[in-house]
Structure formats: C-alpha cells, structure tokens
C-alpha cells in the first residue's frame, strides 16, 4: 500500500526540480539571446560603416551631399519610429529578449552614413589639381604673375618644376584630344619650349582654379581672368588647368613622381580656412 505522505514530498521535489530546470534554461536562453544579439549589432555597425564609406566614395558632386544628408536624417526617423515594433515582434518571436544593444545596431546603419557623409564631404573640398604654364607663358615672363593670383587666393604650392617635354610626352598630356584635327599642332606647341608644371592645393581649387584660369578661348574669358587678362588667341593662351577630379589624379601622375610633391601646413591656413 503507497504512502499518501510519500508520495506528496516526491511531487514537491519533482515541482522543485521541473521549476530549477525551468528557471536555468531561461537563464541560458536570455544569455545566449544577449550574445547573438551584441554580435549583431556589432556585425552591422561595421557592414554600415563599410557599405557607407563605399557608397561615398562614388560621390562625384555637392548635389549627392546636401541629399544624402536629407536622406540620413530621414532613415533615423523612419527607423526610431519602427524600432518598438521590430522589438515587439522580436519578442513574440519565442526569444523572450530584446537587447538594446540591437536596437542601437538598427539605428547606426542610417546614423553611420549620416556622419560618414558629413566627414568625407569635408575631406572632399581639401583637393589638387594639375596647373602648367605654356611655353608662351614662359617666354612672355608671366610666370611670377600667375603663381601670384593663385597664391593671393589662398591656395598652397605643393609642386613645381619646370621641363620641355618631348613630343611623346605632350601626345599622352593631350591623349583626350588625338582625334581633333588641331591634336599634332597643339602636341608640337607644348614641346616647343619650356613648361612650368605645378601642382596647387586647397578646397575646391580645381573648380575654382579654372575660374581663375578663364575660357578657353581669352577673347571669352573674363576681365580678371588669367586668360582674360594676359592672353588674345585661343592657340596662346598660355595656361593649361585640369577641368575634373579624374583628369587631375590623371594630369598629376603624369607629370609629377609621388615624391616630388609635399605636404605640409601653411601657416596661413588658418587665416584662410578658420571659423569663427
């Protein structure tokens, strides 16, 4: 015959046990939940951060920026908005654990390309660019006069050298232009004499160093141009200057070694470059 009394502490001991298990296997649940869910957001903070600065680099204008910046902040919102349903629906999901850890991973995927855009944006006005005087420049003693208005504008010299290039060398400068019919006079032109090749730096000098330089043709270009100023026919107009960020990597390359360029801080940039 079963003891009654027996039988009641057993059960107790059985509830006890079922209870502990119970309790230990939600203990280890919530852990496991808590280190999945940091490496995730530790995955996608990095996958942000790179998928942001690739998208960047492809950046070629101002435009890109100002709606890049509008569409970051837009993300944020959207998301911050999204956040307590994804962690609902995360939740009923049997987990059982919502890490803010998580959360913060969603929100940095938007919020990394935000200030991602906003730091290359400003690397991206710090620039170089290709400028050469022409052998009529030169011969012309204009020399010190156009190194003069690029100086007085505020940009930095981090290049010069002065060279007669071969004719094969002038072919490659002016590789752009080989089916037009001027291609062989203009080739011949800038190997006749010497050229004053430099390399200029400042934010925004490769736009802005054209406006300088002037049209093409002087008879078009401004009255304060170089051109403008100092130059009459379009086959004399004494300056060249890279049009774009792809021609200028390219126009540097060609004419200049890595190491006959420098870096190094004016003390004028910050009368230059300061904020107040």
């Not at 309790?23 to 942001?52: D, G, N, T, Y």
């Not at 995927?109 to 710090?126: K, R, S």
Request: charged share 20%; with cysteine; net charge positive.
């Amino acid at each position: 015959m079963s003891d009654p009394t027996r039988s009641k502490h057993v059960g107790i001991k059985s509830s006890n046990r079922f209870t502990f298990l119970r309790s230990l296997f939600a203990h280890h649940s919530s852990q496991s939940s808590r280190i999945v869910s940091e490496k995730m957001s530790s995955q996608i903070c990095r996958s942000a951060s790179r998928a942001a600065r690739s998208l960047l680099s492809s950046a070629k204008n101002a435009r890109f920026f100002s709606e890049g910046r509008a569409i970051g902040a837009a993300s944020v919102v959207h998301a911050t908005g999204k956040v307590p349903q994804y962690a609902s629906n995360f939740g009923k999901s049997g987990s059982g654990f919502v890490s803010n850890s998580w959360i913060t991973g969603l929100l940095a995927l938007p919020a990394a390309a935000f200030m991602l855009q906003d730091q290359e944006a400003l690397a991206a006005e710090m620039e170089r660019t290709f400028i050469a005087i022409k052998p009529d420049g030169v011969q012309r003693g204009l020399i010190s006069e156009i190194i003069t208005r690029f100086e007085r504008k505020g940009y930095k010299l981090v290049g010069i050298k002065v060279m007669v290039p071969s004719k094969g060398f002038a072919q490659k400068h002016y590789h752009d232009l080989k089916e037009r019919p001027f291609f062989n006079g203009l080739c011949n032109f800038l190997s006749s004499g010497p050229v004053v090749a430099m390399v200029w730096e400042g934010e925004g000098v490769i736009r802005y160093g054209r406006k300088l330089i002037g049209a093409t043709d002087p008879q078009k270009s401004e009255p304060g141009t170089i051109r403008g100023d100092l130059a009459v026919v379009v086959g004399r107009n004494i300056i060249h200057g890279s049009d774009g960020p792809e021609t200028a990597k390219d126009e540097i390359s060609l004419w200049f070694k890595p190491e006959e360029l420098v870096s190094y801080t004016s003390n004028a940039e910050k009368w230059i470059y300061g904020q107040n």
